[in-house]
T-cell receptor, first 110, second 116 residues
Framework: TQLLEQSPQFLSIQEGENLTVYCNSSSVFSSLQWYRQEPGEGPVLLVT?????EVKKLKRLTFQFGDARKDSSLHITAAQPGDTGLYLC??????????FGGGTRLMVKP | EAQVTQNPRYLITVTGKKLTVTCSQN?????MSWYRQDPGLGLRQIYYSMNVEVTDKGDVPEGYKVSRKEKRNFPLILESPSPNQTSLYFC???????????????FGQGTRLTVV
């Protein structure tokens, strides 16, 4: 099993602050996905990154895949209460299943 | 509307009483899987199916069974549930293996199972 470690596990911030969530592994992944999960719902895909060093932006969210394809980060600018949720990273390698990290639970207070 | 439907959403049962959680998708996806979600452990795959009549073990298959007789349905069976199977369960489907070639996994709303 290829482990993915997310940090921090919990994050509570005020509206308007910036934050970064990290997803690290000792293994190389072909691609890495970020999902967001709200209470009572299943995870929903936010983005897939495939190339080492790739940066993708989704409004106020910026996703980066490490050069060596072992790590990724999610940066949120000017967080809003609607960003509250559980953020999960998941790595994929050919021949293996999608491996999920433990998640980062974000709370943005108004 | 494209969706993955799980039933029931909530279930409380007693140790040893067989139960089945159903999962159905209407997107004609070939790949389906079951995950359990426990605090701090993320999602761990229980079983997956690449197509009809093709199933394989994931990371944590002990105590679970699955079947894939039709493309749209992928039930999860607990023959003799135990308290350590208390968890939040998710069914997911995708066109092909999620993560491969940007493939997205579509998740159901979850089944919260408590075994007492």
């Amino acid at each position: 099993t290829q482990l993915l470690e997310q940090s921090p596990q919990f994050l509570s911030i005020q509206e308007g602050e910036n934050l970064t969530v990290y997803c690290n592994s000792s293994s190389v992944f072909s691609s890495l996905q970020w999902y967001r999960q709200e209470p009572g719902e299943g995870p929903v895909l936010l983005v897939t990154v495939v190339t080492g060093g790739e940066v993708k932006k989704l409004k106020r969210l910026t996703f980066q895949f490490g050069d060596a394809r072992k790590d990724s980060s999610l940066h949120i600018t000017a967080a809003q209460p609607g960003d509250t949720g559980l953020y999960l990273c998941a790595g994929y390698n050919a021949g293996n299943m999608l491996t999920f990290g433990g998640g980062t639970r974000l709370m943005v207070k108004p | 509307e494209a969706q993955v439907t799980q039933n029931p959403r909530y279930l409380i049962t007693v140790t040893g009483k067989k139960l089945t959680v159903t999962c159905s998708q209407n997107m004609n996806h070939e790949y389906m899987s079951w995950y359990r979600q426990d605090p701090g452990l993320g999602l761990r795959q229980i079983y997956y199916s690449m197509n009809v009549e093709v199933t394989d073990k994931g990371d944590v298959p002990e105590g679970y069974k699955v079947s894939r007789k039709e493309k749209r349905n992928f039930p999860l069976i607990l023959e003799s549930p135990s308290p350590n199977q208390t968890s939040l369960y998710f069914c997911a489907s995708s066109y092909r293996q999620p993560g491969f070639m940007n493939t997205e996994a579509f998740f159901g709303q979850g089944t919260r199972l408590t075994v007492v």
